[in-house]
Nanobody, 124 residues
Framework: QVQLVESGGGSVQAGGSLRLSCTASRYTYSTIYMGWFRQAPGKEREGVARIRLTTGSTQYADSVKGRFTISLDNAKSTLYLEMSSLKPEDTAMYYC?????????????????WGQGTQVTVSS
C-alpha cells in the first residue's frame, strides 16, 4: 500500500510562492500517476495537477496553468508542486494522491491512495 505524507504548506501573501512536497513511503508496482488536489472550505475537491511516473507527462487544471508546476524525484520518492503567483483563491487544503489506473486525469475517484493534506493560505 502506498503511504503519502505532504509538507510545505503555510501562509503567504498574494503573489508569493510555495513548494509542496509529498513523500511516498513506498510505491507499489501498480502506481502509474500521482497528483495534487485541493479542497477549500465549503467547496468540492478540485484536481490541480497530475504526472505520469514513467513518462513525466503532466496535466493541469485551467485555474493553475502557468503558475503551478508538478514534478517528481523518483530517487527520493517525492512529488512536488511548485506554486507561484499565488492568489487568495488558491487557499485550500492540498492533498497528494496516487493512482494505479491507466488514463487517469484529474478525477479524484481514480486515485486510490491519499495523504493527510497540508494547508495553504494566501492572504490579499
Amino acid at each position: 500500500q502506498v503511504q503519502l505524507v505532504e509538507s510545505g504548506g503555510g501562509s503567504v501573501q498574494a503573489g508569493g510562492s510555495l513548494r509542496l512536497s509529498c513523500t511516498a513511503s513506498r510505491y507499489t508496482y501498480s502506481t502509474i500517476y500521482m497528483g495534487w488536489f485541493r479542497q477549500a472550505p465549503g467547496k468540492e475537491r478540485e484536481g490541480v495537477a497530475r504526472i505520469r511516473l514513467t513518462t513525466g507527462s503532466t496535466q493541469y487544471a485551467d485555474s493553475v496553468k502557468g503558475r503551478f508546476t508538478i514534478s517528481l524525484d523518483n530517487a527520493k520518492s517525492t512529488l512536488y508542486l511548485e506554486m507561484s503567483s499565488l492568489k487568495p483563491e488558491d487557499t485550500a487544503m492540498y492533498y497528494c494522491a496516487a493512482s494505479p489506473l491507466l488514463g487517469t486525469s484529474l478525477e479524484g475517484s481514480r486515485y486510490h491512495y491519499w495523504g493527510q493534506g497540508t494547508q495553504v493560505t494566501v492572504s490579499s
